[in-house]
Antibody
Framework: EVQLLESGGGLVQPGESLRLSCAASGFTFSSYAMSWVRQAPGKGLEWVSGVSRSGGGTYYADSVKGRFTISRDTSKNTLYLQMYSLRAEDTALYYC?????????????WGQGTLVTVSS | EIVLTQSPGTLSLSPGERATLSCRASQSVSSSYLAWYQQKPGQAPRLLIYGASSRATGIPDRFSGSGSGTDFTLTISRLEPEDFAVYYCQQYVNSPPIFTFGPGTKVDIK
């Protein structure tokens, strides 16, 4: 069974940093691209970032480019999102999702999310 | 940048009725890269449809997707009580890879 378990969320002040983790199990982690998708309270879904199977390709939404860094550790089956210079508008539930890349490109599996709150 | 618009914002229907949800793109989208998700309160999104018309594993056949170009539709043939939720469409473009979600359509009980 595919499982994605996010952690690392919390309350931080504007300008601070935070690192999210997503522990993957139930599939061959190195065979799949991965992504982060967020959802602000009461709002819709927003794609944040994606990383290729090898980790060599990283992609970002304009809203986080230059402030967030996505990475993966195949030895630990873990996806990360390092967030710097956090802003109030980054407040959201952050989901880790398995990116079915190739001919279709969609998210077949999602974690339950970790909440990031940026507030003074 | 491709913008997705979903209509209506809210759809009020009764169980057993047919639901037709629209997703319109600001420019042509490859059908291969159009997906639909369902989200219930307090839950993560769930993939329903990918490639515009292919049902994901375990999705009942009352859910169907269609469309091409800029206009896509998710149809729920007969609403079951568990189908009342928010539905999002999603598209993908390559070079560089970017995903975009629509704002969602809420299907609630009339």
């Amino acid at each position: 069974e595919v499982q994605l378990l996010e952690s690392g969320g919390g309350l931080v002040q504007p300008g601070e940093s935070l690192r999210l983790s997503c522990a993957a199990s139930g599939f061959t982690f190195s065979s799949y691209a991965m992504s982060w998708v967020r959802q602000a309270p009461g709002k819709g879904l927003e794609w944040v970032s994606g990383v290729s199977r090898s980790g060599g390709g990283t992609y970002y939404a304009d809203s986080v480019k230059g402030r967030f860094t996505i990475s993966r550790d195949t030895s630990k089956n873990t996806l990360y999102l390092q967030m710097y210079s956090l802003r109030a508008e980054d407040t959201a539930l952050y989901y880790c999702a398995r990116w079915e890349d190739g001919s279709r490109n969609y998210f077949a599996y999602w974690g339950q999310g970790t909440l990031v709150t940026v507030s003074s | 940048e491709i913008v997705l618009t979903q209509s209506p914002g809210t759809l009020s229907l009764s169980p057993g009725e047919r639901a037709t949800l629209s997703c319109r793109a600001s420019q042509s989208v490859s059908s291969s890269y159009l997906a639909w998700y369902q989200q219930k309160p307090g839950q993560a999104p769930r993939l329903l449809i990918y490639g515009a018309s292919s049902r994901a594993t375990g999705i009942p056949d009352r859910f169907s997707g269609s469309g091409s170009g800029t206009d896509f539709t998710l149809t729920i043939s007969r609403l079951e009580p568990e189908d009342f939720a928010v539905y999002y469409c999603q598209q993908y473009v390559n070079s560089p890879p970017i995903f975009t979600f629509g704002p969602g359509t809420k299907v609630d009980i009339k």
